[in-house]
């Protein structure tokens, strides 16, 4: 069983930064890809971002140039640095990692992040 546990949520104003962070129980961090997701009110969930293993990241074209995913092996913890943070970012965001030859998903509880004025 893999726990995931997100935190860093908040309410920011657009144009302003949050970085979340997310940590794991899995003593395997270092060999999993880690990726980001997240929900915004009404609509389905979407991908955000990826970090392979050897610190490859990859990003949805919405937020490209202004979120930045990093992993720490030994802190077994991989954070969403959002800068220019718009209102269409507000959503719930989730941490999740996949195990397993069917790739089963394990999520975290998420955190809320609102962009507002």
């Known amino acids: 069983q893999v726990q995931l546990v997100e935190s860093g949520g908040g309410l920011v104003q657009p144009g302003g930064s949050l970085r979340l962070s997310c940590v794991t129980s899995?003593?395997?961090?270092?060999?999993?890809?880690m990726y980001w997701y997240r929900q915004a009110p009404g609509k389905q969930r979407e991908y955000v971002a990826t970090i392979s293993p050897g610190a490859r990241t990859i990003y949805a074209d919405s937020v490209k140039s202004r979120f930045t995913i990093s992993r720490d092996n030994a802190k077994k913890t991989v954070y969403l640095q959002m800068n220019n943070l718009k209102p269409e970012d507000t959503a719930v965001y989730y941490c999740n990692t996949k195990r397993g030859v069917n790739g089963r998903d394990y999520w975290g509880q998420g955190t809320q992040v609102t962009v507002s004025s």
């Open positions: 899995a003593s395997d961090f270092s060999i999993y890809a």
